[in-house]
């Protein structure tokens, strides 16, 4: 079983339109991330949520909206897709008071056309 | 605020070469400390940490040092793999962060065999 899942894994819309991204973990992990990677592999800290509170809102523009349902998800809406939102967006997780390290899904990778 | 500076990359290497990529952190406090790999396609994977000053992670023959008179932590291969090629990402975490990790900005390693 994955334990950072992310869909989808490949996302190509035009400029203007709304996309989300979801992500699931099942290690029982209490803080879920978004990062954002851009083409020279820079990453990014977006967002994250502990027991489904957010936490950090690092300076992202309002057209992203995170949203976590419960503690096992984080999902990433995009409003107004613009040619600059093309990168790569992982969703991790981790468990507080442990080692301190995340667990990454895979990445979404984001095409604005 | 915190930060991490990598070596710039690519660096291109012949198989069973000696690795070093130099990774050095600014933080408050006493910052856990974190390698990432990222294999093509894939997301991040933890490939070693240290939590405390002179504490050596390793993993896969890959090694490091916590060195808080330096603020290094350089990770160091003997004998490199093709199978070794991705980008490394050194990443700290400092006791309070509100958990987030800060990465440095990557090297992309490839080994030629």
């Known amino acids: 079983d994955t334990a950072v899942s992310q869909t989808p894994k490949y996302l190509v819309t035009q400029m203007g339109n709304d996309k989300s991204i979801k992500c699931e973990q099942n290690l029982g992990h209490d803080t879920m991330y978004w990062y954002k990677q851009d083409s020279k592999k820079f990453l990014k800290i977006m967002f994250s949520y502990n027991n489904k509170e957010l936490i950090i809102n690092e300076t992202v523009p309002n057209r992203f909206s995170p949203k976590s349902p419960d503690k096992a998800h984080l999902n990433l809406h995009i409003n107004s897709l613009e040619l600059g939102d093309s990168a790569v967006y992982f969703c991790a997780s981790s468990q507080t008071g442990e080692g301190g390290e995340l667990f990454f899904g895979e990445g979404s990778r984001l095409t604005v056309l | 605020g915190d930060s991490v500076t990598q070596m710039e990359g690519p660096v291109t290497l012949s198989e069973e070469a000696f690795l070093t990529i130099n990774c050095t952190y600014t933080?408050?406090?006493?910052?856990?400390l974190f390698w990432y790999v990222q294999y093509p396609g894939e997301g991040l994977q933890l490939l070693l940490k240290?939590?405390?000053?002179?504490d050596k992670g390793s993993n896969k023959g890959f090694e490091a040092t916590y060195r808080k008179e330096t603020t290094s932590f350089h990770l160091e291969k003997g004998s490199v793999q093709v199978s070794d090629s991705a980008v490394y990402f050194c990443a700290l975490r400092s006791y309070g962060s509100a958990r987030q990790l800060t990465f440095g900005s990557g090297t992309q390693l490839t080994v030629l065999p």
């Open positions: 933080a408050t406090g006493y910052p856990s």
């Open positions: 240290a939590t405390k000053a002179d």
